[in-house]
């Protein structure tokens, strides 16, 4: 079946890195995305990686993609406090394109 | 302004009541989505659109209602609701590489 799967919690020094992981089932993915939720607010895109892949950066954020493994992995780089939120992993299923499976997110906080 | 907008942003309403979520959007998508939010769950699809005339099942559709009256403007009713669909209600549309663009939600409980 289709899932993603994430850790629920986070919790990193401010300034630090932080790497958020997930794992997903479906083979067939064809994009793989993160997104950042704040608190009272919609989920926001963040950014996303062709299934074709391995590694996306986009300034303090850095995509890793292990196709074998099924792995997806976020890295916030000097992370500060604005970073605090919820951080969901998701896929685009090649088969059915309508349909992309959110993971349970990772809440990220930030301590001092 | 923002891409996507839901009204109401909150509305709590008594079991056997019908209510009626709505959604608009700027970004000239073809696809619109209504999702739910549980604690815990992630975003559960209830209803997806690729157009004014397709509409489509998600997994958790019983008990919801859909409406696309437009390609900017996608509804989503309750025709009957209950307290088990208390929860965080999220609208979203998706661009060519199937990324979603979601809305600021509807806080809605049902007592």
């Known amino acids: 079946g289709e899932d993603v799967e994430q850790s629920l919690f986070l919790s990193v020094r401010e300034g630090d890195s932080s790497v958020i992981n997930c794992t997903y089932t479906d083979s067939s993915s064809t994009y793989l995305y993160w997104y950042k939720q704040e608190p009272g607010a919609g989920l926001q895109l963040l950014t996303y990686?062709?299934?074709?892949?391995d590694m996306k950066q986009d300034q303090r954020l850095t995509v890793l993609l292990n196709k074998k493994d099924k792995h997806l992995s976020l890295r916030i780089a000097d992370t500060q406090t604005g970073d605090s939120a919820i951080y969901f992993c998701?896929?685009?299923?090649?088969?059915?394109?309508?349909?992309?499976?959110f993971g349970s997110g990772t809440r990220l906080s930030i301590r001092p | 302004d923002a891409d996507v907008t839901q009204t109401p942003r909150n509305r709590i309403t008594k079991t056997g009541k019908r209510i009626m979520l709505e959604c608009s959007q700027t970004k000239g998508h073809d696809r619109m989505y209504w999702y739910r939010q549980d604690p815990g769950l992630g975003l559960r699809l209830i209803y997806y659109?690729?157009?004014?005339?397709?509409?489509n099942k998600g997994e958790i559709s019983d008990g919801y209602s859909v409406s696309r009256q437009a390609q900017a403007k996608f509804s989503l009713s309750l025709e009957s609701a209950i307290p088990n669909q208390t929860a965080l209600y999220f609208c979203a549309t998706s661009g060519p590489t199937y990324e979603q663009y979601f809305g600021p939600g509807t806080r809605l409980t049902v007592t």
């Open positions: 659109s690729f157009d004014v005339k397709d509409i």
């Open positions: 998701a896929e685009s299923i090649r088969s059915s394109a309508s349909k992309i499976i």
């Open positions: 990686i062709f299934s074709n892949m």
